[in-house]
Nanobody, 115 residues
Framework: QVQVAESGGGLVQPGGSLRLSCVAS????????MGWYRQVPGKRRELVAG???????NYADFVKGRFTFSSDNAKNTVYLQMNSLEPEDTAVYYC?????????WGQGTQVTVSS
């Protein structure tokens, strides 16, 4: 199986920055897509940024050029650099890895944007 763990969340002021990390471990093979999602209590989990094999990164409209998705394949790690954070970005951010048969989720990392 694949294990996924996010880190890097925290409390920042509006306009601040955070870099989220997602480390995947285990028997990783046949990855079809990877992405960052976020969720607010009572709302559906929504895509922030994601990429499929051989494709360019897809960003949600609300990103508005502020976030950058990247990866370090040697470390089995993906990142989400978030700049110009807004209070509306407050949510639990999750990393998702989709393989041929299963999707894997981390426990999430809390991002709070507030003065």
């Amino acid at each position: 199986q694949v294990q996924v763990a996010e880190s890097g969340g925290g409390l920042v002021q509006p306009g601040g920055s955070l870099r989220l990390s997602c480390v995947a471990s285990g028997s990783i093979s046949g990855i079809n897509a990877m992405g960052w999602y976020r969720q607010v209590p009572g709302k559906r989990r929504e895509l922030v940024a994601g990429v499929s094999a051989g494709a360019l990164t897809n960003y949600a409209d609300f990103v508005k050029g502020r976030f950058t998705f990247s990866s370090d394949n040697a470390k089995n790690t993906v990142y989400l650099q978030m700049n110009s954070l807004e209070p509306e970005d407050t949510a639990v951010y999750y990393c998702n890895i989709e393989t041929t048969y299963f999707g894997y989720w981390g426990q999430g990392t809390q991002v709070t944007v507030s003065s």
